[in-house]
Antibody
Framework: EVQLVESGGGLVKPGGSLRISCAAS????????MSWVRQAPGKGLEWVGR??????????DYAAPVKGRFTILRDDSKNMLFLQMNSLKSEDTAVYYC??????????????WGQGTLVTVSS | DIQLTQSPSSLSASVGDRVTITCRAS??????LYWYQQKPGEAPKLLIY???KLQSGVPSRFSGSGSDTDFTLTISSLQPEDFATYYC??????????FGQGTKVEIK
Protein backbone atom coordinates (compact mmCIF):
# COMPACT_ATOMS: atom_id res chain seq x y z
CA GLU A 1 0.00 0.00 0.00
CA VAL A 2 1.35 3.40 -0.98
CA GLN A 3 1.82 5.74 1.97
CA LEU A 4 2.99 9.33 2.05
CA VAL A 5 3.31 10.88 5.50
CA GLU A 6 4.19 14.56 5.87
CA SER A 7 5.62 16.10 9.02
CA GLY A 8 7.30 19.24 10.27
CA GLY A 9 4.61 21.86 9.77
CA GLY A 10 4.06 24.60 12.32
CA LEU A 11 4.04 28.30 13.07
CA VAL A 12 6.86 30.44 11.69
CA LYS A 13 7.37 34.19 11.56
CA PRO A 14 7.44 36.13 8.28
CA GLY A 15 10.93 36.00 6.82
CA GLY A 16 11.67 32.76 8.64
CA SER A 17 12.51 29.28 7.39
CA LEU A 18 11.00 25.84 7.79
CA ARG A 19 11.73 22.39 6.40
CA ILE A 20 8.90 19.92 6.01
CA SER A 21 9.33 16.23 5.26
CA CYS A 22 7.48 13.41 3.58
CA ALA A 23 8.14 9.73 4.28
CA ALA A 24 7.26 7.45 1.36
CA SER A 25 6.57 3.73 1.35
CA UNK A 26 4.80 1.05 -0.66
CA UNK A 27 6.34 1.89 -4.04
CA UNK A 28 9.72 2.25 -5.73
CA UNK A 29 10.46 5.75 -4.48
CA UNK A 30 13.77 6.17 -6.29
CA UNK A 31 12.01 5.59 -9.63
CA UNK A 32 9.31 8.20 -8.97
CA UNK A 33 9.16 11.92 -9.62
CA MET A 34 7.62 13.71 -6.62
CA SER A 35 5.65 16.94 -6.24
CA TRP A 36 4.43 19.30 -3.54
CA VAL A 37 0.95 20.83 -3.80
CA ARG A 38 -0.42 23.38 -1.32
CA GLN A 39 -3.82 24.66 -0.29
CA ALA A 40 -4.31 27.95 1.54
CA PRO A 41 -7.13 27.92 4.12
CA GLY A 42 -10.49 27.85 2.35
CA LYS A 43 -8.83 28.12 -1.07
CA GLY A 44 -8.02 25.88 -4.02
CA LEU A 45 -5.05 23.70 -4.92
CA GLU A 46 -1.73 25.13 -6.11
CA TRP A 47 1.23 23.17 -7.47
CA VAL A 48 4.44 24.21 -5.68
CA GLY A 49 7.16 22.23 -7.40
CA ARG A 50 8.54 18.82 -8.29
CA UNK A 51 11.77 16.84 -8.27
CA UNK A 52 12.80 14.32 -10.89
CA UNK A 53 14.29 10.90 -10.17
CA UNK A 54 18.09 10.69 -10.23
CA UNK A 55 18.14 8.84 -13.56
CA UNK A 56 16.43 11.88 -15.12
CA UNK A 57 18.90 14.27 -13.53
CA UNK A 58 17.36 14.71 -10.08
CA UNK A 59 16.65 18.39 -10.72
CA UNK A 60 13.68 20.37 -9.43
CA ASP A 61 11.19 22.78 -10.99
CA TYR A 62 9.18 25.39 -9.11
CA ALA A 63 6.07 27.49 -9.48
CA ALA A 64 6.73 31.20 -9.94
CA PRO A 65 5.47 32.31 -6.48
CA VAL A 66 8.07 30.15 -4.68
CA LYS A 67 10.99 30.11 -7.11
CA GLY A 68 14.19 31.27 -5.44
CA ARG A 69 12.75 30.81 -1.93
CA PHE A 70 11.80 27.11 -1.81
CA THR A 71 14.02 24.09 -2.48
CA ILE A 72 12.87 20.51 -2.99
CA LEU A 73 15.28 17.75 -1.97
CA ARG A 74 15.11 13.99 -1.93
CA ASP A 75 16.96 11.25 -0.05
CA ASP A 76 16.42 8.00 -1.92
CA SER A 77 18.36 6.00 0.69
CA LYS A 78 15.66 6.87 3.25
CA ASN A 79 12.67 7.24 0.89
CA MET A 80 12.27 10.84 2.06
CA LEU A 81 11.18 14.05 0.33
CA PHE A 82 11.82 17.50 1.75
CA LEU A 83 10.63 21.03 1.12
CA GLN A 84 12.98 23.71 2.43
CA MET A 85 11.10 26.99 2.68
CA ASN A 86 13.00 30.25 3.18
CA SER A 87 11.93 33.91 3.30
CA LEU A 88 8.44 32.83 4.19
CA LYS A 89 5.52 35.18 3.61
CA SER A 90 2.00 35.23 5.03
CA GLU A 91 0.70 34.08 1.65
CA ASP A 92 2.67 30.82 2.04
CA THR A 93 0.27 29.81 4.83
CA ALA A 94 -1.27 26.56 3.62
CA VAL A 95 -1.59 22.84 4.01
CA TYR A 96 1.29 21.30 2.08
CA TYR A 97 0.70 17.94 0.41
CA CYS A 98 3.36 15.53 -0.78
CA UNK A 99 2.25 13.75 -3.98
CA UNK A 100 3.55 11.45 -6.66
CA UNK A 101 4.20 13.51 -9.77
CA UNK A 102 2.10 12.98 -12.92
CA UNK A 103 5.19 12.34 -15.06
CA UNK A 104 5.85 8.90 -13.54
CA UNK A 105 2.28 7.97 -12.71
CA UNK A 106 0.44 5.44 -14.87
CA UNK A 107 -2.54 7.78 -15.15
CA UNK A 108 -0.71 11.05 -15.77
CA UNK A 109 -2.36 12.64 -12.72
CA UNK A 110 -1.50 13.15 -9.05
CA UNK A 111 -2.33 9.60 -7.99
CA UNK A 112 -1.12 9.40 -4.40
CA TRP A 113 -1.31 12.10 -1.74
CA GLY A 114 -0.21 12.44 1.86
CA GLN A 115 -2.55 13.76 4.55
CA GLY A 116 -0.90 17.17 4.47
CA THR A 117 0.95 19.32 6.99
CA LEU A 118 -0.12 22.85 7.96
CA VAL A 119 2.39 25.68 7.68
CA THR A 120 1.29 28.97 9.25
CA VAL A 121 3.32 32.12 8.61
CA SER A 122 2.37 34.78 11.12
CA SER A 123 3.97 37.18 13.58
CA ASP B 1 0.46 29.38 -17.46
CA ILE B 2 -2.61 27.53 -18.69
CA GLN B 3 -5.71 28.79 -16.89
CA LEU B 4 -8.55 26.42 -16.04
CA THR B 5 -11.97 27.91 -15.35
CA GLN B 6 -14.61 25.75 -13.68
CA SER B 7 -18.32 26.41 -13.63
CA PRO B 8 -20.29 26.68 -11.58
CA SER B 9 -18.24 27.61 -8.49
CA SER B 10 -20.87 25.94 -6.35
CA LEU B 11 -24.13 24.12 -6.78
CA SER B 12 -26.89 22.66 -4.65
CA ALA B 13 -28.32 19.30 -5.60
CA SER B 14 -30.35 16.47 -4.17
CA VAL B 15 -29.50 12.80 -3.79
CA GLY B 16 -30.27 11.10 -7.09
CA ASP B 17 -29.74 14.21 -9.21
CA ARG B 18 -27.56 14.26 -12.30
CA VAL B 19 -24.76 16.79 -11.80
CA THR B 20 -22.52 18.32 -14.45
CA ILE B 21 -19.40 20.42 -13.84
CA THR B 22 -17.47 22.05 -16.66
CA CYS B 23 -13.83 23.01 -16.99
CA ARG B 24 -12.54 25.30 -19.73
CA ALA B 25 -8.84 25.64 -20.55
CA SER B 26 -7.24 28.84 -21.83
CA UNK B 27 -5.57 26.87 -24.65
CA UNK B 28 -5.79 23.36 -26.05
CA UNK B 29 -4.62 20.71 -23.60
CA UNK B 30 -5.75 17.80 -25.82
CA UNK B 31 -6.75 15.05 -23.35
CA UNK B 32 -4.40 15.98 -20.45
CA LEU B 33 -7.25 16.82 -18.07
CA TYR B 34 -7.84 15.25 -14.66
CA TRP B 35 -10.64 15.45 -12.08
CA TYR B 36 -10.27 15.23 -8.30
CA GLN B 37 -12.71 15.03 -5.39
CA GLN B 38 -11.84 16.60 -2.05
CA LYS B 39 -13.82 16.25 1.16
CA PRO B 40 -13.26 18.58 4.15
CA GLY B 41 -10.07 17.75 6.04
CA GLU B 42 -8.95 15.19 3.47
CA ALA B 43 -6.46 15.09 0.62
CA PRO B 44 -7.78 15.22 -2.95
CA LYS B 45 -8.59 11.93 -4.66
CA LEU B 46 -8.10 11.28 -8.37
CA LEU B 47 -11.40 10.35 -10.06
CA ILE B 48 -10.88 10.73 -13.82
CA TYR B 49 -7.65 10.74 -15.83
CA UNK B 50 -6.93 11.59 -19.44
CA UNK B 51 -10.28 13.42 -19.64
CA UNK B 52 -12.49 10.34 -19.72
CA LYS B 53 -10.84 7.34 -18.05
CA LEU B 54 -12.15 6.18 -14.68
CA GLN B 55 -9.48 5.73 -12.01
CA SER B 56 -9.44 2.29 -10.41
CA GLY B 57 -11.94 1.96 -7.54
CA VAL B 58 -14.02 5.00 -8.52
CA PRO B 59 -17.77 4.32 -8.88
CA SER B 60 -19.10 4.18 -12.42
CA ARG B 61 -21.59 6.99 -11.74
CA PHE B 62 -18.65 9.33 -12.33
CA SER B 63 -17.71 10.04 -15.94
CA GLY B 64 -15.62 12.56 -17.84
CA SER B 65 -15.71 13.84 -21.38
CA GLY B 66 -14.22 16.49 -23.60
CA SER B 67 -11.02 17.41 -25.39
CA ASP B 68 -8.90 20.40 -26.36
CA THR B 69 -10.40 23.23 -24.25
CA ASP B 70 -13.79 22.06 -23.00
CA PHE B 71 -14.31 19.28 -20.49
CA THR B 72 -17.13 17.93 -18.34
CA LEU B 73 -17.40 15.86 -15.18
CA THR B 74 -20.77 14.17 -14.73
CA ILE B 75 -22.18 12.39 -11.71
CA SER B 76 -25.11 10.39 -13.04
CA SER B 77 -26.95 9.91 -9.74
CA LEU B 78 -25.62 11.94 -6.81
CA GLN B 79 -25.03 9.95 -3.64
CA PRO B 80 -24.65 11.29 -0.07
CA GLU B 81 -20.90 10.59 -0.12
CA ASP B 82 -20.45 12.70 -3.27
CA PHE B 83 -20.99 16.01 -1.51
CA ALA B 84 -17.52 17.51 -1.81
CA THR B 85 -15.42 19.97 -3.80
CA TYR B 86 -14.29 18.94 -7.28
CA TYR B 87 -11.19 20.24 -9.07
CA CYS B 88 -9.96 19.89 -12.63
CA UNK B 89 -6.21 19.89 -13.34
CA UNK B 90 -4.06 19.93 -16.48
CA UNK B 91 -0.81 18.06 -17.11
CA UNK B 92 -0.33 19.31 -20.69
CA UNK B 93 2.19 21.95 -19.69
CA UNK B 94 4.90 20.45 -17.53
CA UNK B 95 6.29 21.89 -15.37
CA UNK B 96 3.48 24.27 -14.65
CA UNK B 97 0.58 22.04 -13.61
CA UNK B 98 -2.51 24.09 -12.85
CA PHE B 99 -5.86 23.45 -11.17
CA GLY B 100 -9.29 24.93 -11.63
CA GLN B 101 -10.68 27.01 -8.77
CA GLY B 102 -12.99 24.22 -7.62
CA THR B 103 -16.72 23.46 -7.62
CA LYS B 104 -18.42 22.84 -4.28
CA VAL B 105 -21.34 20.42 -4.46
CA GLU B 106 -23.73 20.98 -1.56
CA ILE B 107 -26.89 19.34 -0.35
CA LYS B 108 -30.12 21.04 -1.45
Amino acid sequence: EVQLVESGGGLVKPGGSLRISCAASGFTYSNTWMSWVRQAPGKGLEWVGRIKRKTDGGTADYAAPVKGRFTILRDDSKNMLFLQMNSLKSEDTAVYYCTTDPYTSSSGGFEYWGQGTLVTVSS
Amino acid sequence: DIQLTQSPSSLSASVGDRVTITCRASQSITHYLYWYQQKPGEAPKLLIYAASKLQSGVPSRFSGSGSDTDFTLTISSLQPEDFATYYCQQSYKTPGYTFGQGTKVEIK
